[in-house]
């Protein structure tokens, strides 16, 4: 009888751990088991920390090309791409000059000329790269105003990403 008691309480304790409900997985969860985190949970998060610490100057949500204090992530989206041949340049060009701006280094010529040199932000090479990852990886919000500006720039627009800068870079 002793036995059949254990048995049926092994039995339950089975069926009740097995019906429990999943716990959502968080970051922290995916470190700690030395597991990749999945690229949805990374663009959430490129995203929240992208609209927290870059759309004070970066917003694609001014009314007109005057109101802006910074290029909008469309533009700068389609620079890194003209320059950069893949996710992993992109990201650490992105990176690195947010870590150390400064005008010789900058692809976005323009954009200094109008905005001057954006200010070294104080923010830990995971978030920049969580940033980058996400623009690279989305369509990133362009302000209204974006396509006539390009026109106006640029002709047609299909100039944008083959104009006069340096080319893709071949490393």
Same mark, same amino acid.
């Given at each position: 009888m002793h036995v059949k008691v254990i048995l049926l309480a092994s039995v339950m304790t089975v069926l009740i751990s097995c019906n429990e409900t999943? /716990? +959502? /997985?968080t970051e %922290?969860? @995916?470190?700690?088991q030395n597991k990749s985190i999945p690229d949805t949970m990374q663009e959430n998060e490129g995203y929240t920390l992208l609209k927290n610490n870059c759309y004070v100057?970066?917003?694609?949500? %001014?009314? !007109?090309h005057d109101e802006i204090i910074a290029p909008p992530f469309v533009a700068v989206k389609r620079r890194y791409n003209r320059q950069y041949n893949n996710k992993e340049e992109f990201v650490n060009a992105v990176v690195n000059w947010v870590q150390n701006p400064?005008? +010789? /280094?900058? &692809?976005?010529?323009?954009a200094v000329r109008k905005f001057k040199v954006m200010p070294?932000?104080?923010?830990? %090479?995971?978030? &920049?790269?969580?940033?980058? !990852? @996400?623009i690279y990886d989305t369509n990133v919000e362009e302000p209204e105003w974006f396509g006539e500006h390009v026109k106006e720039m640029h002709g047609d627009g299909m100039r944008m990403g083959k104009g006069k800068g340096k080319g893709r870079k071949n490393n």
């Open positions: 999943k /716990k +959502e /997985k %922290t969860d @995916y470190i700690a100057c970066h917003s694609p949500n %001014t009314k !007109s400064n005008e +010789e /280094k900058a &692809l976005m010529r323009g070294k932000l104080p923010l830990e %090479t995971e978030n &920049l790269q969580k940033i980058a !990852s @996400y």
